[in-house]
C-alpha cells in the first residue's frame, strides 16, 4: 500500500465551484507540503504545514493539517481554469529533516 | 524571488553514454535533493546532501548515479552509463529550514 494516499484521484469541477482534495499518510506527518503541477513541467510550492491544526491560505487556496488523522485537505474556492493541473502532496514521514514522499497527485480541470 | 535552476532542459541521449544534470540550489539553502519523475507517475526521491555529503538515498539511486556539490554553488547529478528506463523528468530540489523548492527539471531521452 502506498504511504500517501491522496483522494479523489481526479476531479472535474465547474467554474465558480468550490472543492476539497485530500492526503492522508499511513505514517506520522513531520511536515506536509502541497505543490501543483503542470503536465510535463516542474513543481510550484503552494504550501508547507507542520503543525497539526495549522492552516495556511494563499489566494483562493487553504491547506490544513489534522496530525491526528495523519491528513490534510486542500481547498480551492471559487475555482477558475488557472487553478487547473495537477496537485500532489510531500510528506516528511520519516523526521524533519527525512526526505519528501510524494503521492500520486490529483488531476483537477476546471471547465469554463 | 530566489529559485533553483537546472541545466540543461532537456538532453537527449545513446544509451551507455554519460550525462551530467546541474542545478543551482538557492543561495542559503543547506539541503539539496535529486527527485525524478517518469512520465505520467509519481516523483520519486533519489538522493539527499547535506554538509557536502550524501545523507539519504533510494534503490534507484545505484553504482550509476553520483552526486557532487563541486563549487559550493553547483550541484551535479551524474549517471555514468544511461539506460532507456533512465528516461524522466530530473527535479533538483533545496531547503533551508522548511520551505523546499523544486527546479523546473531536467528532461532525460535515453535513445
Known amino acids: 500500500s502506498q504511504e500517501l494516499e491522496q483522494s479523489p484521484q481526479s476531479l472535474i469541477v465547474q467554474e465558480g465551484k468550490n472543492l476539497t482534495i485530500n492526503c492522508t499518510s499511513s505514517k506520522t506527518l513531520y511536515g506536509l507540503y502541497w505543490y501543483k503541477q503542470k503536465y510535463g513541467e516542474g513543481l510550484i510550492f503552494l504550501m508547507m504545514l507542520q503543525k497539526g491544526g495549522e492552516e495556511k491560505s494563499h489566494e483562493k487556496i487553504t491547506a490544513k493539517l489534522d496530525e491526528k488523522k495523519q491528513q490534510s485537505s486542500l481547498h480551492i474556492t471559487a475555482s477558475q481554469p488557472s487553478h487547473a493541473g495537477i496537485y500532489l502532496c510531500?510528506?516528511?514521514?520519516?523526521?524533519?529533516?527525512?526526505?519528501?514522499?510524494f503521492g500520486k497527485g490529483i488531476t483537477l480541470s476546471v471547465r469554463p | 524571488e530566489p529559485e533553483v535552476t537546472q541545466t540543461p532542459s532537456h538532453q537527449v541521449t545513446q544509451m551507455g553514454q554519460e550525462v551530467i544534470l546541474r542545478c543551482v540550489p538557492i543561495s542559503n539553502h543547506l539541503y539539496f535533493y535529486w527527485y525524478r519523475q517518469i512520465l505520467g507517475q509519481k516523483v520519486e526521491f533519489l538522493v539527499s546532501f547535506y554538509n557536502n555529503e550524501i545523507s539519504e538515498k533510494s534503490e534507484i539511486f545505484d553504482d550509476q548515479f553520483s552526486v557532487e556539490r563541486p563549487d559550493g554553488s553547483n550541484f551535479t547529478l551524474k549517471i555514468r552509463s544511461t539506460k532507456l528506463e533512465d528516461s524522466a523528468m530530473y527535479f533538483c530540489?533545496?531547503?533551508?529550514?522548511?520551505?523546499?523548492?523544486f527546479g523546473e527539471g531536467s528532461r532525460l531521452t535515453v535513445l
Open positions: 530540489a533545496s531547503r533551508a529550514r522548511g520551505e523546499l523548492f
Open positions: 510531500g510528506a516528511l514521514l520519516g523526521g524533519a529533516n527525512s526526505k519528501l514522499t
